[in-house]
């Protein structure tokens, strides 16, 4: 059963991504991309952020800045190699 925080009315799409994307241009000095995904669970916003080492924990402040829910979407904070997002970009 879906959880009932992410059953909110959620921003536009595009006006969602934007947002993200200013917020994390304000915390974060690495590359990074903004997309959404569907899966078995429902819908929701991703933060990719390439980081140099996908197993280290990210720093509890630092995550903290990433709510469960963004504008009504469920969000989740995916740690990727250098380099992925342009490769996955090209592809």
């Known amino acids: 059963?879906?959880?009932?925080?992410?059953?909110?009315?959620?921003?536009?799409?595009?006006?969602?991504?934007?947002?993200?994307?200013?917020?994390?241009?304000?915390i974060w000095d690495g590359t990074f991309w903004v997309n959404f995904f569907s899966g078995d669970n429902g819908a929701?916003?991703?933060?990719?952020?390439e980081v140099e080492d996908t197993s280290k924990s990210m720093d509890p402040d630092f995550r903290?800045?990433?709510?469960?829910?963004?504008?009504?979407?469920r969000l989740i904070v995916l740690k990727v190699?250098?380099?992925y997002i342009e490769f996955m970009k090209n592809k």
């Open 64 to 73: 903290s800045k990433f709510p469960a829910v963004w504008m009504g979407w």
């Open 1 to 26: 059963m879906a959880n009932l925080a992410f059953n909110k009315k959620k921003a536009p799409q595009e006006e969602a991504q934007k947002s993200l994307m200013d917020h994390i241009a304000e």
């Open 44 to 49: 929701g916003i991703q933060a990719v952020l």
């Open 81 to 83: 190699p250098i380099g």
